[in-house]
């Protein structure tokens, strides 16, 4: 190990160590979310209780929350929330949620402990660095003719105490350097154990999400059915319907009134294209055939042509997702170019697709007035329904005055190792 990286791992470690104590405040201010918390229960009864058990119940939380961030980022991986979502927004059914969630409880009991271990692991560590380091100047007040010399508890002002504090000095250095890093980690450990869901509580989460997400398909397919019998009843049926009109009334004039049978098998044939044209519309719009032709490439690129804004295309996809996944991204990003089409004001659009780490990432962006949200009923919320399908996610970034950021993620393998790639405006 070089000076240098001696010097910085000595400048770390002093950090962590005066990071450490700066803590120690936080983790006792949690001992005064524990009574506030409590006495919210009993005013139940008479009301009043049920929003202060709300608002302690969020601050709690939100502390927590801190203390999650805090164990991810020392730990390095994320600490998710264990919380139960409740059936409906209701006060009352927000409040047995939370007094039948185990996290609640579970929360309740960390707050003590961790404000003893965060006193612990807090003053610990710069407890030791200070002891080691006044070890070390003993000798030297010693010789300067210091009085009344203590050092650990014991009297340093004699000649062969002041010679053993630097090595009891080197001691508390040692497991200053060993301990500050230790600690804080296995500090964060145990907040992890505590705030994080069990493998239980995360395996009923991950059910309750399986359930919602089929339901929600079960849904969008039961709309998506009911817009295809319209568009066919009101659209192509009534075309067809129209056409047999015509060609039997065409049938009973072709001998007395050749002309008008003319007339009409001319009207018939009109007909006949006009419902074709919407039996085509009808079939690109539950799987387009430039998407089963020319991949999810070509079909975004024929998209981006057909979009009124100018879309810059960025594809490269070293294979083709599966058809079902393929559909799905083709479709959100239609709908999220749509919606930019319509209610953003942009002038220019963008679509960027990658596949990285086994999952198919999709940006689409634009110079819009920003401001977009996922409100119920609206095509955001429709598209994160249909990704959550397939176990994927929606994320929207888009601040008022933009602009709008719109990333999808779909969990997919490619099916092939042919490249596709392309980038350019259409």
């Given at each position: 190990?070089?000076?240098?990286?001696?010097?910085?791992?000595?400048?770390?470690?002093?950090?962590?160590?005066?990071?450490?104590?700066?803590?120690?405040?936080?983790?006792?201010?949690?001992?005064?979310?524990?009574?506030?918390?409590?006495?919210?229960?009993?005013?139940?009864?008479?009301?009043?209780?049920?929003?202060?058990?709300?608002?302690?119940?969020?601050?709690?939380?939100?502390?927590?929350?801190?203390?999650?961030?805090?164990?991810?980022?020392?730990?390095?991986?994320?600490?998710?929330?264990?919380?139960?979502?409740?059936?409906?927004?209701?006060?009352?059914?927000?409040?047995?949620?939370?007094?039948?969630?185990?996290?609640?409880?579970?929360?309740?009991?960390?707050?003590?402990?961790?404000?003893?271990?965060?006193?612990?692991?807090?003053?610990?560590?710069?407890?030791?660095?200070?002891?080691?380091?006044?070890?070390?100047?003993?000798?030297?007040?010693?010789?300067?003719?210091?009085?009344?010399?203590?050092?650990?508890?014991?009297?340093?002002?004699?000649?062969?105490?002041?010679?053993?504090?630097p090595l009891l000095a080197v001691v508390y250095l040692v497991a200053a350097w060993w301990g500050t890093p230790r600690l804080r980690r296995w500090h964060a450990r145990f907040t992890r154990w505590f705030l994080a869901p069990s493998a239980t509580e995360a395996l009923t989460h991950?059910?309750?999400?399986?359930?919602?997400?089929?339901?929600?398909?079960?849904?969008?397919?039961?709309?998506?059915?009911?817009?295809?019998?319209?568009?066919?009843?009101?659209?192509?049926?009534?075309?067809?319907?129209?056409?047999?009109?015509?060609?039997?009334?065409?049938?009973?004039?072709?001998?007395?009134?050749?002309?008008?049978?003319?007339?009409?098998?001319?009207?018939?044939?009109?007909?006949?294209?006009?419902?074709?044209?919407?039996?085509?519309?009808?079939?690109?719009?539950?799987?387009?055939?430039?998407?089963?032709?020319?991949?999810?490439?070509?079909?975004?690129?024929?998209?981006?042509?057909?979009?009124?804004?100018?879309?810059?295309?960025?594809?490269?996809?070293?294979?083709?997702?599966?058809?079902?996944?393929?559909?799905?991204?083709?479709?959100?990003?239609?709908?999220?170019?749509?919606?930019?089409?319509?209610?953003?004001?942009?002038?220019?659009?963008?679509?960027?697709?990658?596949?990285?780490?086994?999952?198919?990432?999709m940006m689409i962006g634009d110079n819009g007035r920003g401001g977009a949200r996922a409100t119920d009923g609206g095509g955001l919320r429709g598209i994160e329904r249909r990704l959550a399908a397939f176990d994927g996610t929606l994320g929207i970034a888009s601040p008022v005055g933009?602009?709008?950021?719109?990333?999808?993620?779909?969990?997919?393998?490619?099916?092939?190792?042919?490249?596709?790639?392309?980038?350019?405006?259409?």
């Amino acid at each position: 190990m070089t000076d240098h990286d001696l010097l910085r791992g000595l400048r770390g470690r002093l950090t962590t160590a005066a990071l450490g104590l700066a803590r120690v405040p936080l983790g006792v201010l949690g001992l005064l979310l524990i009574p506030v918390q409590l006495v919210a229960y009993p005013l139940i009864l008479v009301t009043v209780g049920v929003p202060l058990l709300l608002l302690f119940t969020a601050l709690t939380r939100k502390y927590l929350g801190v203390h999650r961030r805090w164990a991810g980022a020392v730990l390095g991986v994320e600490v998710p929330e264990p919380y139960r979502v409740p059936a409906n927004r209701g006060p009352m059914t927000r409040v047995r949620t939370i007094a039948t969630d185990p996290a609640t409880w579970k929360e309740l009991a960390f707050l003590p402990l961790n404000a003893v271990i965060g006193v612990l692991t807090g003053v610990l560590p710069l407890a030791f660095w200070i002891n080691g380091a006044y070890g070390l100047v003993v000798p030297v007040l010693w010789a300067l003719g210091a009085d009344h010399l203590e050092y650990s508890g014991v009297d340093a002002s004699t000649p062969g105490s002041a010679v053993l504090a630097p090595l009891l000095a080197v001691v508390y250095l040692v497991a200053a350097w060993w301990g500050t890093p230790r600690l804080r980690r296995w500090h964060a450990r145990f907040t992890r154990w505590f705030l994080a869901p069990s493998a239980t509580e995360a395996l009923t989460h991950r059910v309750r999400e399986l359930a919602d997400s089929r339901a929600d398909t079960v849904d969008a397919q039961a709309a998506e059915l009911r817009r295809i019998e319209r568009d066919l009843h009101d659209g192509a049926q009534a075309r067809l319907v129209a056409l047999g009109m015509s060609l039997g009334m065409a049938e009973e004039l072709l001998a007395r009134d050749p002309e008008a049978a003319r007339d009409l098998l001319s009207e018939a044939r009109q007909s006949s294209s006009q419902a074709l044209s919407e039996l085509r519309d009808l079939v690109r719009g539950i799987h387009p055939p430039v998407l089963a032709d020319r991949g999810l490439d070509g079909a975004l690129r024929a998209l981006a042509l057909a979009n009124p804004l100018p879309v810059e295309v960025d594809v490269v996809l070293t294979g083709r997702p599966e058809a079902p996944v393929e559909s799905a991204a083709y479709f959100a990003v239609a709908e999220t170019l749509t919606n930019a089409a319509k209610h953003s004001g942009a002038s220019s659009a963008w679509i960027r697709v990658r596949h990285e780490n086994g999952r198919l990432a999709m940006m689409i962006g634009d110079n819009g007035r920003g401001g977009a949200r996922a409100t119920d009923g609206g095509g955001l919320r429709g598209i994160e329904r249909r990704l959550a399908a397939f176990d994927g996610t929606l994320g929207i970034a888009s601040p008022v005055g933009g602009p709008t950021i719109v990333t999808m993620e779909l969990p997919c393998e490619l099916s092939s190792v042919k490249t596709s790639s392309s980038s350019g405006t259409a």
